[in-house]
């Protein structure tokens, strides 16, 4: 096994993992400050007071929702990106046992499938 290659790729993996995340939370939050920023500069739903209440409280949820941002899993993928480096490192290292290298990069991709 190549471990600087395969760390390499798990590595991409896991930060492609953490971009989603931020991705999908500011998708959110966007959403809900752009309907705000609709609701109040259209004045034909503002004359309204009747039909402005749920529309600010869609919006509401929309930014409510970051509450819910799974900060630990960013950075427990953070971490993990952080090991896979420190492996890539001790594995270019001359003299590195290659063998125990392996198996505890072998260990690391099962847990992050499983």
Known sequence: MRIPETADFAMVSERSSIRW???YSLGL???GIITLIVVFTVPSI???SES???IITIAGCFISSMGG???KEVIAREQRVRYLRWLKAEA???GADQTQLETLLL???K???A
Do not use: A, E, H
Request: glycine content about 8%; aromatic content about 16%; charged content about 10%.
């Open 69 to 71: 941002f799974p900060l």
């Open 21 to 23: 995340y931020y991705v």
């Open 92 to 94: 270019q290292q001359p």
């Open 111 to 113: 847990k992050g499938i």
């Open 52 to 54: 402005l209440k749920p």
């Open 29 to 31: 939050l966007l959403l």
């Open 107 to 109: 260990d690391f991709v």
């Open 46 to 48: 503002t004359s309204g």
